[in-house]
């Protein structure tokens, strides 16, 4: 079977504040990516600058996007649905990131979004992780009844089109995690995931975000386990995202 390719992904959220900067970031970092052969690329900007960098999309970086509304076509002013997405040939959408999920998007929600961008031929990038740790160990409990709302009657065959995103909350725009801990975690996905489908799929690819810069990724994602990171404002700096996927990419 042809081996999955590593996964680096990009949340631009609110940022930047020009198109013109956005034209220029990418710009950029596809001029860095021409080394680049084991590794996806995708960078998720804010609505409003999809369809004017869809033409810089290419083989080495693919646009995503970082949420839509689950409801079909329709009255919902202000919305935008994952079926207007396809036509900018957009591959992949973020669900259920815990800015969002603060916003009030529960678990139920982030199932019918994931539905919606999977049956859309399009990939669903889903964010979990927990608040806080305990020395308990509950937050395993947390990200297991996370992974198994959110993929609540999806169809099997169709785990290739989902990508699971660790990223625990308090390690967003902070500290990151310790690769032997990411490592845990990621052991821990995959028996959930395990216990959910009968099997593991190795199409399925599960990668970290939390404060991931140059100088964290490799280890990330060689100790921790993982196929790849969800870069937040490293993403908005393209000599350090490109820097990050050079890393991986020779992992
Ligand atoms: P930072 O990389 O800025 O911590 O953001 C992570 C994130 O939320 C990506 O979705």
Redesign the pocket.
Known sequence: MKKMKKLV?G?W?MNPESLLEAKKIVTEVKRGLRTIKNTQVVVCPPFVYISPLSGLQSDLLMLGAQNANADQMGSRTGEVSFSQLPQFNIGFV?VG???RRKMGEDNELVNKKVKSVVSEGMTAII?VGENTRDNGGEYFNFIKEQISCALKDVPKKLLTHVVI?Y?PVW????T?LGPSELHEMSIYIKKVLKDLFGVFSSDMRIIY?????RNNADRLVKDGNVSGV??????LRPKDFVEIIKLIDSI
């Not at 969800?230 to 993403?235: D, I, N, P, T």
């Open positions: 992904v949340n959220k973020i990131h815990s800015e964010c995103a990223e390690a967003i725009g902070a990151a975000g939390g404060d991931v810069d969800l870069v937040g404002r490293a993403s």
